[in-house]
């Protein structure tokens, strides 16, 4: 296997994904470019919570950092989202570090770092809700400017579709450029054995917050982009719980610590959630919640590994049984 | 910002929120039962004393049944409603990492909160009870009945699971197990069995809390969004296990959102709860009333 393989693989996905606005119809390239927001946010935080084993229940809270500065930056100063955007990954990165390093120097993790996650993005949404400048309860709408590149916006939907997959692919060669670096192998390591990682000399405390920063900014652009594809941004729509939750979910049920996990779970449940929403919204609101709830429930039983990580036990599975023979016969030496 | 630090307001505030506190305490036993003793996390306890809530709602305004005669039922419903949801989801991956628990006990809550969307939708339902606006006054203060009657409640009950697990005999098997399975095992304490009875026991208490609350409080399908949070937040600082310091954490934070809510303008008051929390989890992760274990 070629190392170059991985990265040639995803730009081909990139690629093929760029022919679908040729047959898909406007509603269906809507639930596409949702698949791409809501997969580039799981990958985003697949990064502290795959890889380095801390499972965030609030990365809403960064997200709503880059929709809220590009929203306010936009409407109060006439901005273009483009430095917004740069606003954005500062103040997430700095709100990442921050946290992080309190969260992490104080060595909160599994279910006290869950909660306090979810405490601050609950906070945030009551914090938010009582600033009139950002709108109060009510949120931030955008002016809808028609197609503007100077104001990241786009009449039809393949603007922001391309968008979107320029965004994954991006996210995507990230997460797998950084597997082969020795910072994943911390991250690993931190998250196989914490203990046995420090004692290797691993600065985990350092790992982590450099985890926390770059998932938090990643989110933080993802949230970006929600904001510039919605045209809105309130507080329970990007800090509320389901938000992160549905972030967590697509990175669970696809796999954790897999570069492809995060999208395969958001490419099968998305779209059946939307369409549940379509289907059942009237009658049986909440009817794609239901649904994630039992597909959370029945991984966590059977799968726990997500879907590519059962694939990829699978693989190895069979890779070790067919190598068995040779290892009899020269007694010895596995690998 | 317009601070309010009227008297008779303070002093409202902080009956009422004595009150409230007790309510927090009622509902977060269960969840320092489950989590502090048998290391299980469930979020879907808030969940959980969603249905309890419904379960009464629906006895006392469609069976016209006293609510606290309902206590008769919702108990020992919640008893094997909590049982029932153990040995299907909870009990098969007893050994896998904690992760993996809290992310299947996220389903189950995801699951029973959107089953009630789409059963009840949205609606927040609420009944007028004859008890429902009995209340006295002490002075400026006006105290509620039902809600004095919750925390007389909460009282009991800390009282009772404290007891219970203090002096009987599947009680200190309970706390045998927690503290050493293996040994407790070889004890002859059946291990599996008794995390069911402790699970079961903790998800009964919310069946107490369900029609105590139901008088003078409300259901919907997100109730349990809040009131969850409001328990970890509870067991946190009382610390994991410790009952005292259950029903001290409920006081806490009744008074941080009572009194919070009436100096602070808007729903801002809530922030603190969330600041007394993380502060704690920071600084204090064993809670109020624990010495620091070694």
Same mark, same amino acid.
């Given at each position: 296997m070629n190392a170059r393989m991985p990265y040639i693989g995803i730009l081909v996905v990139g690629a093929l994904m760029c022919l679908l606005p040729l047959v898909l119809s406007t509603y269906y390239l809507h639930i596409a470019i949702l698949v791409l927001i809501w997969a580039f946010l799981a990958c985003a935080w697949n990064i502290l919570g795959g890889y380095a084993g801390q499972h965030s229940l609030g990365n809403g809270l960064y997200m709503g950092i880059g929709a809220y500065t590009v929203a306010y930056l936009t409407n109060r100063f006439d901005l273009t989202p483009w430095l917004g955007l740069l606003v954005a990954i500062v103040l997430s990165a700095a709100a990442a570090a921050f946290i992080g390093w309190i969260v992490f120097r104080y060595a909160l993790k599994g279910a006290y770092f869950a909660l306090v996650t979810i405490a601050l993005a609950e906070a945030a949404v009551y914090v938010v809700s009582n600033i009139p400048a950002l709108g109060g309860a009510g949120g931030i709408q955008l002016e809808y400017r028609g197609n503007s590149l100077a104001y990241m916006q786009f009449a039809g939907k393949n603007g922001y579709f391309f968008m979107g997959v320029i965004m994954?692919?991006?996210?995507?060669?990230?997460?797998?450029?950084?597997?082969?670096?020795?910072?994943?192998?911390?991250?690993?390591?931190?998250?196989?054995?914490?203990?046995?990682?420090?004692?290797?000399?691993?600065?985990?405390?350092?790992?982590?917050?450099?985890?926390?920063?770059?998932?938090?900014?990643?989110?933080?652009?993802?949230?970006?982009?929600?904001?510039?594809?919605?045209?809105?941004?309130?507080?329970?729509?990007?800090?509320?719980?389901?938000?992160?939750?549905?972030?967590?979910?697509?990175?669970?049920?696809?796999?954790?610590?897999?570069?492809?996990?995060?999208?395969?779970?958001?490419?099968?449940?998305?779209?059946?959630?939307?369409?549940?929403?379509?289907?059942?919204?009237?009658?049986?609101?909440?009817?794609?919640?239901?649904?994630?709830?039992?597909?959370?429930?029945?991984?966590?039983?059977?799968?726990?590994?997500?879907?590519?990580?059962?694939?990829?036990?699978?693989?190895q599975r069979w890779q070790h049984r067919s190598a068995t023979p040779l290892v009899d016969s020269q007694g010895g030496e596995a690998s | 910002m317009d601070l309010n630090f009227s008297g008779a307001v303070i002093s409202q505030a902080i009956a009422s929120g004595i009150m409230l506190g007790g309510l927090f305490a009622l509902i977060s036993i269960g969840l320092t039962l489950i989590w502090g003793v048998?290391?299980?996390?469930?979020?879907?306890?808030?969940?959980?004393?969603?249905?309890?809530?419904?379960?009464?709602?629906?006895?006392?305004?469609?069976?016209?049944?006293?609510?606290?005669?309902?206590?008769?039922?919702?108990?020992?419903?919640?008893?094997?409603?909590?049982?029932? *949801?153990?040995? =299907?989801? !909870? /009990?098969?991956?007893?050994?896998?990492?904690?992760?993996?628990?809290?992310?299947? @006990?996220?389903? &189950?809550?995801?699951?029973?909160?959107?089953?009630?969307?789409?059963?009840?939708?949205?609606?927040?339902?609420?009944?007028?009870?004859?008890?429902?606006?009995?209340?006295?006054? *002490?002075?400026? =203060?006006? !105290? /509620?009945?039902?809600?004095?009657?919750?925390?007389?409640?909460?009282?009991?009950? @800390?009282?009772? &699971?404290?007891?219970?697990?203090?002096?009987?005999?599947?009680?200190?098997?309970?706390?045998?197990?927690?503290?050493?399975?293996?040994?407790?095992?070889?004890?002859?304490i059946d291990v599996p069995r008794t995390y069911l009875l402790a699970f079961g026991l903790g998800s009964a208490t919310l069946g107490l809390a369900g029609s105590l609350m139901i008088p003078f409080y409300y259901t919907s399908p997100t109730v349990g969004l809040f009131l969850g949070l409001i328990m970890f937040i509870v067991v946190v600082l009382g610390g994991m296990g410790n009952l005292m310091g259950c029903f001290v954490g409920g006081l806490v934070i009744g008074l941080a959102e009572t009194v919070g809510a009436a100096v602070f303008p808007g729903s801002l008051a809530r922030v603190f709860t969330f600041a007394i929390f993380i502060i704690f989890l920071l600084f204090r992760p064993q809670g109020i009333l624990s010495r620091r274990q070694t």
């Open positions: 994954l692919v991006f996210i995507l060669l990230l997460t797998q450029w950084y597997r082969g670096k020795r910072f994943f192998y911390q991250l690993i390591a931190v998250r196989e054995n914490e203990d046995a990682a420090e004692a290797l000399g691993v600065d985990t405390v350092k790992a982590k917050i450099k985890a926390n920063v770059m998932s938090g900014v990643l989110c933080a652009v993802g949230g970006v982009f929600y904001v510039q594809y919605f045209l809105y941004v309130g507080p329970r729509s990007v800090f509320g719980e389901i938000v992160s939750v549905q972030i967590l979910i697509y990175a669970i049920v696809g796999g954790l610590g897999t570069t492809w996990g995060p999208v395969v779970g958001a490419v099968l449940l998305v779209p059946l959630s939307e369409i549940a929403r379509a289907q059942l919204g009237n009658s049986f609101q909440g009817a794609h919640l239901l649904l994630y709830g039992a597909v959370m429930v029945l991984t966590m039983l059977f799968m726990p590994f997500g879907i590519v990580g059962a694939f990829q036990r699978l693989r | 048998m290391k299980i996390i469930n979020f879907a306890q808030g969940e959980f004393l969603m249905v309890g809530l419904y379960l009464a709602y629906f006895l006392v305004a469609w069976g016209h049944i006293d609510p606290y005669i309902t206590i008769l039922v919702t108990v020992p419903f919640m008893f094997f409603f909590g049982i029932g *949801i153990f040995r =299907v989801t !909870i /009990s098969p991956i007893l050994k896998d990492p904690v992760m993996n628990q809290i992310m299947l @006990t996220l389903g &189950v809550s995801l699951i029973l909160q959107n089953l009630a969307l789409v059963i009840f939708s949205a609606d927040v339902m609420s009944v007028r009870t004859r008890y429902s606006t009995w209340n006295f006054d *002490i002075g400026p =203060v006006v !105290i /509620s009945v039902p809600q004095l009657i919750a925390l007389f409640g909460s009282v009991i009950c @800390t009282v009772a &699971v404290w007891y219970y697990l203090k002096t009987t005999d599947s009680g200190r098997a309970i706390r045998a197990s927690a503290q050493n399975p293996t040994a407790a095992t070889l004890m002859g």
